[in-house]
């Protein structure tokens, strides 16, 4: 699945190239989507070449062809019926009743919803690869998430690349807390939340890697890390 950007820029190129034969330049992408850099550009190319929708031809400028489009746009529906949405299917949920009592401490299924860039943030992966068992009374209540962490921005919290962190979902986080932060409804990144004013920092636990600080309606959680698991 695309996220909302991934399908819009794809969306742009095949009617271009239907009224004018040529492929829009970055430029006008840009401007298209509203994005502030061609630096957004270069990472919705490449993940729709990625996914298979498109091809860019080798030496030639703005050669772009346009290999399948999603099902609503073939279909000629436009925009209705996508909505897309980083947490997706049935998440692994708690009862607000005891967690020993839940089920008879039958293991819940947590289901892995892809990767999560903890480092330069990558589109939203929005399919679930697997799923993990949990007991319960290692949860709490609610729904319950899982992301791979793929980068390094975090490893002086001890969270490092391949590990996998459960996720709590929620839409509200506390300063301190290590979230799941979506960016423009595009990007996703596990950072360290905290308030600055009428701003939100997303901290890094790695010197290499800067702060950035994000007017409110930019960032929106999904979820709070509740624990972490890591293969050796």
Do not use: W
């Not at 679930?128 to 729904?143: A, N, R, W």
């Not at 890094?204 to 972490?228: D, F, H, W």
């Amino acid at each position: 699945m695309l996220t909302r950007k991934q399908f819009e820029l794809l969306r742009f190129i095949h009617e271009r190239l239907k009224e004018a034969g040529v492929p829009p330049s970055f430029d006008e992408m840009k401007d298209a989507l509203d994005l502030r850099s061609k630096s957004g550009i270069h990472r919705l190319i490449t993940a729709l070449e990625e996914r298979g929708f498109i091809r860019r031809l080798p030496n030639r400028a703005r050669a772009i062809e346009v290999i399948k489009l999603p099902e609503p746009v073939s279909q000629g529906v436009g925009r209705r019926g996508f909505t897309p949405s980083v947490i997706e299917g049935n998440l692994g949920k708690v009862r607000a009743q005891a967690a020993s009592e839940d089920d008879n401490g039958r293991p819940v299924a947590i289901p892995v919803m892809g990767r999560i860039a903890a480092g330069t943030p990558i589109e939203a992966i929005q399919s679930k690869s697997h799923v993990i068992s949990m007991p319960p009374d290692m949860l709490s209540t609610g729904e319950h998430f899982a992301l791979e962490v793929r980068g390094d921005s975090m490893i002086e919290a001890g969270i490092l690349e391949g590990d996998t962190v459960l996720i709590k979902k929620t839409e509200a986080a506390d300063t301190g807390d290590i979230v799941v932060a979506l960016i423009d409804e595009e990007e996703a990144t596990l950072k360290r939340f905290r308030r600055r004013g009428a701003s939100i920092a997303l901290e890094p636990a790695n010197a290499s890697y800067e702060v950035r600080i994000l007017p409110p309606t930019r960032v929106r959680i999904q979820g709070k890390m509740v624990g972490l698991f890591r293969r050796y």
